[in-house]
């Protein structure tokens, strides 16, 4: 069945780095947009990076834009989010997403706390 695995999440200082990594099973992976989402206690879910199947297009949140880096891996199937300089407002859940055409799958999500 089709698996989204995130790890990688934790507490960490502000101006601190983590790296988030989604291990993907079960579809496709190299044909399907990935994407990172997170969300806040009280706020919707937001589109934070996403990078297309071909690894040509990316697009990242203008509140993360410079900080943040996308990346896939096709051959481990998975994605990668690299996060520096971290800041309080970037405490969130972090999900993975798959998404083609109808076909939309997400992680269980991992706790990014940003705190001193």
């Known amino acids: 069945q089709v698996q989204l695995v995130e790890s990688g999440g934790g507490l960490v200082q502000p101006g601190g780095s983590l790296r988030l990594s989604c291990a993907a099973s079960?579809?496709?992976?190299?044909?399907?947009?990935m994407s990172w989402y997170r969300q806040a206690p009280g706020k919707e879910r937001e589109l934070v990076a996403l990078?297309?199947?071909?690894?040509?297009?990316?697009y990242y949140a203008e509140s993360v834009n410079g900080r943040f880096t996308i990346s896939r891996d096709d051959v481990k199937n998975t994605v990668a989010l690299q996060m520096n300089s971290l800041k309080p407002d970037d405490t969130a859940v972090y999900y993975c997403?798959?998404?083609?055409?109808?076909?939309?799958?997400w992680g269980q999500g991992t706790q990014v706390t940003v705190s001193s």
């Open positions: 990078i297309d199947s071909r690894e040509i297009f990316t």
């Open positions: 079960g579809f496709p992976f190299s044909t399907y947009r």
């Open positions: 997403n798959a998404q083609q055409n109808d076909y939309n799958y």
